[in-house]
């Protein structure tokens, strides 16, 4: 495991790399959306990132289903339309959590492993002791 500073280090860089990687999402996500149409191909529904309905459209020949034939259509290329809009949204977001959890696994270790608060627990004494060396320090 790392010297706990330059794990700090290393974990600021890599949230700084994702807050770069993040600005201007935001707006692509605003612009994100999925379209699908159902199996028969006569009924279309287009959602936005987070799922809402943003439009529907009907084949002229959609309406012979019937109503619990239209409702089925609606349903299905609703759902197509989520899972397209997911599968953008985890494009555009790809790998942004596992950066940050190697950061602070490197930083913290395992769960259970505890060896690193000891040093952790130098660095500051070192930090403390440094500080108390500088000219006007409170110490």
């Given at each position: 495991?790392?010297?706990?500073l330059s794990a700090f280090d290393a974990l600021a860089g890599r949230i700084a790399d994702i807050e770069r990687r993040f600005a201007g999402l935001r707006d692509d996500l605003s612009e994100l959306s999925g379209t699908a149409t159902d199996e028969s191909g006569l009924v279309t529904a287009t959602v936005d990132a987070t799922g809402a309905l943003t439009d529907l459209s009907f084949a002229p020949t959609a309406l012979r289903a019937g109503t619990d034939g239209l409702a089925e259509m609606v349903l299905e290329a609703y759902g197509r339309a989520k899972a397209a809009a997911a599968e953008r949204f985890e494009e555009r977001t790809e790998g942004l959590d596992a950066k940050l959890g190697a950061g602070l696994t490197d930083l913290f270790g395992t769960p259970g492993d505890f060896s690193a608060l000891g040093r952790l627990e130098d660095a500051v004494g070192r930090l403390?002791?440094?500080d108390g060396r500088l000219p006007g320090s409170p110490a």
């Open positions: 495991m790392a010297d706990p403390g002791r440094l």
